[in-house]
């Protein structure tokens, strides 16, 4: 009788750590994701820099001016064109942090889509419009 409590118990013991793992893999398999959304609309932010630089500060009018940034055959770029858009084609070069350059096509399972900004920096609004990452406060506020 004391062997088969001990089995028992020793399943329920083995069956939470395997939830527990596999609960880790899959959080860790979505923070790697968003990592990579947030890199993908960084990258394509800074080519759109270089870009205006080039051009007398004016922004590409569609993501596939970038080929001369990136090259005709990357695949990044190739991939970039497909889950991003510009929000503001032919835009000039502006110093309003709220000017949005670029965004995800389409949001992501929970309703969240990340933003690239005109001034560099990447959030994520949900999907009630509210940054899902914190933002950055100044030292002393």
């Not at 399972?109 to 100044?138: I, S, W, Y």
Request: proline letters at 5%; aromatic letters at 6%; glycine letters at 10%.
């Amino acid at each position: 009788m004391k062997r088969k409590g001990l089995a028992v118990s020793l399943v329920v013991v083995v069956a939470l750590a395997s939830a527990a793992v596999i609960y880790w893999c899959a959080a860790s398999r979505e923070r790697h994701e968003l990592q990579r959304r947030r890199h993908q609309v960084t990258d394509v932010e800074l080519a759109c820099m270089f870009y205006a630089d080039k051009h007398g500060g004016q922004f590409p009018r569609d993501l596939h001016d970038l080929s001369e940034v990136y090259g005709d055959g990357s695949g990044f770029l190739a991939r970039a064109v497909v889950e991003l858009e510009l929000v503001a084609p032919g835009a000039h070069r502006t110093n309003d942090p709220d000017a949005v350059l670029i965004r995800e096509r389409t949001a992501d399972a929970k309703g969240c889509r990340m933003f690239g900004h005109v001034d560099g920096h990447v959030n994520m609004l949900g999907g009630d419009g509210r940054p899902v990452f914190p933002q950055p406060t100044e030292p002393g506020m």
